[in-house]
């Protein structure tokens, strides 16, 4: 079993900055990709950004220039850095990671349960 737990969210104006932490834990063998993803009350969830287990990186347009995701593969941590923030960036924010657990052949999805982010105008 896979467990992630996201941290980091707040309340924080507009212009201001957080940064979310997501800590993967369990049987984990191997990852494909940590990603963030964001839903807002009324809408989809959408995706925010991912990292790739060779360093690549890849970003939303609609965060691009604000956002950086990074990573620390030892601690199988993810961190969203959260820049000039936006009162559009209200959400609650969920970490996903693609791997495959130690002993199974298939890869898998994991979701945490979410940190609220809400920009204030």
């Known amino acids: 079993q896979v467990q992630l737990v996201e941290s980091g969210g707040g309340l924080v104006q507009a212009g201001g900055s957080l940064r979310l932490s997501c800590v993967a834990s369990g049987s984990i063998d191997s990852v494909n990709s940590m990603n963030w993803y964001r839903q807002a009350p009324g809408k989809q969830r959408e995706f925010v950004a991912t990292?790739?287990?060779?360093?690549?990186?890849n970003l939303a347009d609609s965060v691009k220039g604000r956002f950086t995701i990074s990573r620390d593969s030892a601690k199988n941590t993810v961190y969203l850095q959260m820049n000039s923030l936006k009162p559009e960036d209200t959400a609650r924010y969920y970490c996903?990671?693609?791997?495959?657990?130690?002993?199974?052949?298939?890869?898998?999805?994991?979701w945490g349960q979410g940190t609220q982010v809400t920009v204030s105008s």
């Open positions: 996903n990671i693609y791997c495959r657990p130690v002993g199974a052949r298939q890869w898998y999805d994991y």
């Open positions: 990292i790739f287990s060779g360093g690549s990186t």
